[in-house]
Structure formats: C-alpha cells, structure tokens
C-alpha cells in the first residue's frame, strides 16, 4: 500500500520508518525541507517539500495511488484541513488526524475524520487507524487459544450497543478507545464514529470475527 503522511517531526518520522519496514511505500510532506533528516538516510521513500493541505503538494506525494494518509503536523486547523482534503477531494478511506486539543477533537469526529488525542498518543493507534484490518494481536494467553485484539468495525455498527455487536459475533468486547481515551463499555454502550474496539476472541475465528465486524448488523433484529 502506498502511504502519505504530512508531517516530519518525531512522530511522522517514525511512522515512515515503521510503514517502509513493513513493506509499504511511503511519501512524507513538509514545509521545512531541513525536517527530512530525522528519516534517515536509509528511507527510500519520497520526500515532498510543501504545505500537506495543497492538492498539487499531495499529488506530487502520490495521494491518487493511497490507500491511507495521516496528518501529524504540529498544527491541529493544518491536520484537519489536510484530512478533509485526502477524504473529499481525493476520495481516501483510511484517513487520520492527529489532535493537540482534545476539547476539539469531537467536533472533528463528527466530520468523519479519525482523530488521534495527543494525550496517551502513540505512534501504534495512529498505526492501527491507517492499517485497520489484520492488526497484531495485543495479548495471547500461553496455549494461544485466545487473543486480545483491535477488529477493524465497519461504519455500519455506528449507533448499535455492545450487546448486539456481542450477540451478532460471538466476541467479547474487552475495551473501546474513543477521543485517545480507553473506556470499559457496558451491554449498553453505543458504539460511535471513531471508536476503536478491542476485542477477546478464539485465535481460530479472528478471520469470521473480521468479516462479522466488516459486514455488519444482520438486517433483521433491534435497534
């Protein structure tokens, strides 16, 4: 897959060298050219020296053969703009916006756009936001029967509770990370726009649990 992110700082930098390593060609934006040291001199992928929220700078970056873009300047109005753009404009689907002000953060959540809290940031959630399906397990217990893992959710499971998601895939929700937070749910939690949900499952039925989270509620049934 290819990657654009915008934004060489610590953060940017890193999340390059991680995507590259994985096999995925990258291409990092910034306005200071002096910015692309901290990748290295190993880093084969391109540098775009430019404003992230152009559309000229991001075609130039390869943004109309993406699958995912990330925007991790130091600027929250910059990030969203950025975003929005990659979204509407170019059409991307695995977008993400990392977020320094966490009052702010909803409001973005609301335009559809994953938004990353500084606050506990790590560059592993920004990871899973832009690689959401076949993440790494976060835990197995010691005969490998059973995992603990982030299930990529489909938008269609947005306004159903826990409980039905539950029922419907035979999981148990472990946790939820909304807004950067990480929230133990009851049955009677709502499932919202941007929720990361972490799931225990049998390590023999992660494929039928990712197809359940990527297809959806069945039609028939409540609310």
């Keep these: 897959m290819h990657i654009v992110i915008m934004g060489c700082g610590r953060v940017g930098s890193a999340l390059a060298q991680t995507l590259e390593q994985q096999g995925h060609t990258v291409a990092v934006i910034d306005q200071d050219p002096t910015a692309f040291r901290r990748l290295g001199s190993s880093f084969g992928g391109r540098r775009v020296t430019g404003v992230g929220f152009d559309q000229d ?34 059409g991307i689907e695995n977008v993400a916006a990392r977020i320094y002000d966490p009052r702010r953060a909803e409001v973005y959540q609301r335009l559809g756009i994953p938004t990353v809290a500084t606050v506990r940031w790590t560059a592993d959630q920004m990871l ?35 409980s039905r998601l539950q029922e419907e895939t035979g999981v148990r929700v472990a946790f939820l990370t909304r807004l950067g937070e990480a929230i133990l749910p009851s049955s009677h939690t709502v499932l919202q726009e941007g929720d990361l949900v972490h799931v225990m499952m049998r390590t023999d039925e992660v494929e039928k649990v990712e197809a359940a989270f990527a297809k959806g509620p069945e039609e028939e049934g409540g609310h």
């Excluded at 700078?57 to 753009?85: C, H, K, M």
């Excluded at 217990?141 to 159903?160: C, K, N, R, Y």
């Design 57 to 90: 700078t991001l075609r130039e970056a390869g943004i109309e053969e993406a699958g995912a873009f990330a925007a991790v300047s130091s600027g929250d109005n910059s990030n969203i703009i950025a975003a929005r753009v990659a979204r509407e404009m170019f």
């Design 128 to 162: 899973r936001r832009l690689l959401p399906s076949g993440a790494e397990p976060l835990w197995r217990d010691p005969t490998g029967g059973v995992q603990l893992a982030e299930v990529h959710t489909s938008p269609a499971w947005v306004g159903h509770k826990i």
